[in-house]
């Protein structure tokens, strides 16, 4: 059994890349594995202050909740990042979160990684935010193993009915 950390970065609830993200579950639940999804939105993840008190003393000096999601991404076997396109690139909230990585960069990678990226535009639109995320996760030492495009979509869930709903269950299942 694994386990799956899905970390969802839209500030719309049941939107088109949270619905992804539990298809994702779904099919890494019927697979036998255990998954959980954090909503970014629903904590609290100050900003880099670029003090770099971390790298001497490894830990941040803003008490928010960035610990304890940095402690269940090390935790994890399986990591799930999922963006809407916001400006043709990943939203604020992750590029946020992925700051606050600063503390543990050199200890957080080794994961087989999959990406959820959704926007109105059609993939070469959305393409910018999966090449910037796999350069990220892949500069830290996972492996991205797939990119599940949630393209076309603006409304919330307007991602059911599209091939984006079976790719992420199936990946799920894969992992
Ligand atoms: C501030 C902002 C900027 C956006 N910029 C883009 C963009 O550059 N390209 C795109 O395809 N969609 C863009 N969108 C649309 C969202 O990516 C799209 O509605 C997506 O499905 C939202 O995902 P969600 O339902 O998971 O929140 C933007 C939306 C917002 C709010």
């Known amino acids: 059994m694994k386990k799956v950390l899905i970390l969802s970065a839209s500030p719309r ?3 088109n890349s949270d619905i992804l ?3 994702f579950m779904k099919g890494t639940e019927e697979a036998g594995h255990e998954a959980e999804i954090i909503s970014l939105y629903g904590k609290k993840i100050g900003f880099c202050r670029a003090c770099y008190a971390c790298f001497r003393t490894g830990s941040c000096v ?11 991404i090390q935790g994890a076997d399986v990591l799930v990042i999922a963006t809407p396109v916001y400006f043709l690139s990943m939203n604020g909230m992750l590029k946020t979160t992925i700051d606050r990585f600063l503390p543990r960069w050199q200890d957080l990678g080794g994961h ?3 990406l959820i990226i959704t926007g109105h535009d059609g993939k070469e639109g959305l393409s910018l935010a999966g090449e910037e995320l796999t350069r990220i996760f892949e500069s830290l030492g996972d492996r991205v193993r797939g990119v599940i ?3 076309g979509v603006w409304q919330k869930g307007e991602v059911k009915g599209t091939k984006a709903m079976e790719e992420a269950f199936r ?3 894969s992992i």
């Open 13 to 15: 609830k049941n939107g």
């Open 21 to 23: 993200c539990h298809q």
């Open 62 to 72: 803003l008490k928010d909740d960035m610990e304890e999601i940095l402690d269940k």
């Open 112 to 114: 087989d990684t999959y």
């Open 149 to 151: 495009w949630g393209e």
């Open 171 to 173: 990946a799920g299942q």
